[in-house]
């Protein structure tokens, strides 16, 4: 099979984007802007889901569901909300169709319009805390911690898949406090959450920070963030958790009444992550050959592929395989056997390297004489021959071992590609190979406003541990004291 | 605390509404025809939703997702599915808010009108067709076994919470064969899987049947279905699996080459089941106490409830609950020792009684002392005492029995409320009670359309297991092979 993909060095958008469609991950569908998610895509987004479900829930949240919708007027009620999201919302209008009287087919029924349009949720701030508002009456009704898994609309004009769709999926986690302390408490624990997800299982090492003020979320007065750095020097944002202070519920008049008897607005956080996850894992840590996937995400984590020619040596081959198959499920491996007859053994390997299965056995008649197995391993690239009855006990081991490299590696390539800048020239020149540069900053947002018009950069986060430092503004010289994370980014 | 439910025997639709609400299962919201899902309910949910997806998976699926929007053309390619559907869809036809000019707010603007109008998808064939097209070319590419779990949207004027709502959540699996008889087996097989699943883990004994063609689904050659009966004498049909024939591979050009080179459309099945099996659950086992759960859907299987004056007798109560807590965490239990001093026990008492928690301990000092405590049964209502010692061994196999005993009941009360009738006056005094009628048809649409009119009774199957029985039609007198089944239904 020849090399499917663009060459990651010369196009890199193009790389990507052969990759998730040559991966069999996702699908531009016939609908502008919207992705087909497809099933290997799916079971990879599935095991992101069902961990941080499970983190969701240690730290004391639950699920439930909100409408779809959102009445215009909802949406209205929060005026930086309203700004943010207005210009990308799809509008629902009329709730029937009918037979065109021409007889060319079906048209919208003008007689089924809407009193009020609703707006398909981009975001489910309005419409939650419009219901928090029946749910609040005294402190015992707090906190409300709750999580939800939704599909949102965004109708960006220009789209790329997974990293910006006008339908994503996501979670999006709505909290009510009473008291502000608790509240940007629950904004820093949910940021720990996502960073520990990101490092942990997605193996990427990711900056912990907060938004300056022009990049916080519509409606926030603290944008929590984690941050990542792409290969090829961009930067990905890849969760954030908003203290939102008592916008919501002032917007929305949610009151409470607290132990004392004193009647207070409530206090909120959101915080979320979405399927644009599965692009930084694909830009972070993939390769040439395709896909390559941290074991704690593959649905398959090894295949074995028979080498074989005839019925007859697949035959003696298959009790061999179905044996080790059996003892790695045992000890928890994702283990497939690939017997198919309808493709080769070389179209196979090409397949299992563009989809990222972290461990490949290839099992002929020669190793089995000789008592081997050739294991390959999808992240390094290297081949090695190992005993049969050593297999089994290997590769857990193995499996934890790619996991940590693959961290490691994608930390060495964030560290190097992360600059101290002092000087407005090194700022210009630096940014075009990419890479986070720490620099000082005025802390005016026109100064953020002109770095950005010139250069493309943003200001990706003021880090957690950013140190007091006495400075001057790469760019207009005054005073600063810290450095903020410039990059360029998705 | 006061009952706070309508009693069910006086006003049943009364009394599930009150059940959903004050149990914290669901609510309207201030969407027409929107429900929220509340934690409590969306747990549950989520516990069917687990079960369901693991019978998938072992059936041979796969999860995947399609956009939620379906371009209005989709939607007319098949014409007995826009036919079906056209008439209560949401239509988005812009994709921008703006600025009213005279600073009133937001309005639609009217620039940004989409040149094709986009449904939010009532159900996803179209959609899913146009995709599978570029899927399938060779015999090689089949099947294709995919589930997707999403919301979907049908404009119901008349809406109720779980039952029929303008947005419901549910699965819905499309698969694609290369012959009509894998296709058709496939729609059995799902069939099974759903009936196991709702007699398993919802403990509702359903009927198994197929539908009559004008009750099938628009665009199915066969729909099979399970029927299941509500304590008020009323069907609900808890899930549907389509045979559609090669309808949406015609509508959509969906071809495959097959072994020998021949080329032939795709054969499809189409089957879901939806948040309507909440409302299934609620009315097959629940009282006028509230909710009953199956204890394998049950969030909470076992509460402890510690009955006390002051801190002190609390503090010796605390670690004999949470002994036991633990000893029951190990056997599997979903156990909560619920210590809250915000509430007193009585409160407690009737609070999971309303929200159907299968047993409920009671500990006190006295209990204490005697080494015994109070086991109360939510299903039958009874108390016992039991020795603190046989409490954690005693316990897997009465949640067990619980489980078995609200199947056998809610059997019992199918049975009973099913009956044989052979002429027209028994059928129209009999329907009034409610309960499924077996009797005989003429095998037309015209009787089947009177006998709705004059009787509201629909015919929900016609069972798999009818035997071949000559008879008369109870309505026009015409010979007839077997009996249908009839009921007024929701």
Known sequence: MAKVLAKREEDYAQWYNDLVVKADLAEN?????????????????ETMQSDL??????????????PIFIPKSYFSKEADHVEGFAKE?????????????????VVVDEDARLEEELIVRPTSETIIWDTYRNWVQSYRDLPILINQWANVVRWEMRTRLFLRTAEFLWQEGHTAHATQ????????????VYAEFVEEILAIPVIRGIKTESERFAGALETYCIEALMQDGKALQAGTSHFLGQNFAKAFDVKFQDKEGKVDHVWATSWGVSTRLMGALIMSHSDNNG?????????????????????EELDTLRPVAEKLMNELRDRGVRVRFDDRDTHKPGWKFNQYELQGVPLRIALGKRDLEN????????DTLEKSSIPLEEVAG??????????????????????????????????????EQGGFLSAHWDGTAETEERIKKETKATIRCIPLNAEEENGKCIYSGNPS??????????
């Open 29 to 45: 569908s016939g609908v502008r802007g919207c992705m087909v998610i497809k099933p290997y895509g799916y079971a990879i987004w």
């Open 481 to 490: 004291q810290r450095r903020v994370l410039f990059a360029r980014a998705y």
């Open 371 to 378: 008592g081997t197995v050739e294991l390959a391993r999808r």
């Open 181 to 192: 302390a608790e509240a940007v408490q629950e904004a820093e624990t949910m940021l720990r």
């Open 291 to 311: 896909l390559v996937l941290p074991p704690l995400l593959a649905p398959t984590q090894l295949v074995i592929v028979p080498i074989y020619r005839g019925q």
């Open 89 to 105: 919302c799809a509008v629902v209008t009329h709730y029937r169709l009918k037979n065109a009287e021409d007889g060319s087919g």
């Open 394 to 431: 290997t590769v857990n081991d193995l499996l934890e071992q790619i996991q940590q490299s693959l961290f490691e590696k994608a930390l060495r390539f964030q560290k190097a590609n992360t600059h101290r800048v002092d000087s407005w020239e090194e700022f210009v020149e630096r940014i």
């Open 53 to 66: 479900d499970r983190r969701f829930k240690e730290t004391g949240h639950q699920n439930a569901y909100f």
